[in-house]
């Protein structure tokens, strides 16, 4: 994995990693056999692509607040992260999905 230094939403993400392909393969695999640390190296790599193309400012509010709060405090727990905003895990783990379902969006709309 590759580091890139980044500021988004104020917050410098140059500890979030940028998936290549065949890591992103490999995460979904791990994470559909359960591995929670896959899917939270899967929802970093996804937030800062979205955050970087979309810009936060564009997205609606409660996607942008779980997106905000996930970059400040990326290994934190889903549950503490959705205590610390405010809502339901069920409810920040809806939405940190639909910011994947938007990363995913934007990597097949980009040119290879």
């Known amino acids: 994995m ?16 940028v998936l290549k ?15 929670k640390s896959a899917r939270d190296e899967l929802i970093n790599g996804n937030l800062r692509l979205v955050l970087s193309v979309v ?3 564009n997205l609606p509010p ?8 996930r970059l400040n405090n990326f290994e934190m727990p ?4 959705a205590e610390e905003i405010g809502i339901g895990r069920s409810a920040a783990n809806y939405r940190l999905r639909k910011l994947c ?8 709309e980009m040119p290879d």
């Open 78 to 81: 889903l549950s503490e992260l």
């Open 101 to 108: 379902e938007m990363a995913e969006d934007i990597r097949t």
């Open 2 to 17: 590759q580091y890139n230094r980044v500021e988004i939403c104020g917050v410098n993400t140059s500890k979030l990693k």
């Open 55 to 57: 810009g936060a400012e």
């Open 62 to 69: 409660p996607l942008r607040i779980v997106a905000e709060a």
């Open 21 to 35: 392909e065949k890591e992103k393969t490999e995460l979904l695999r791990r994470m559909h056999s359960g591995d």
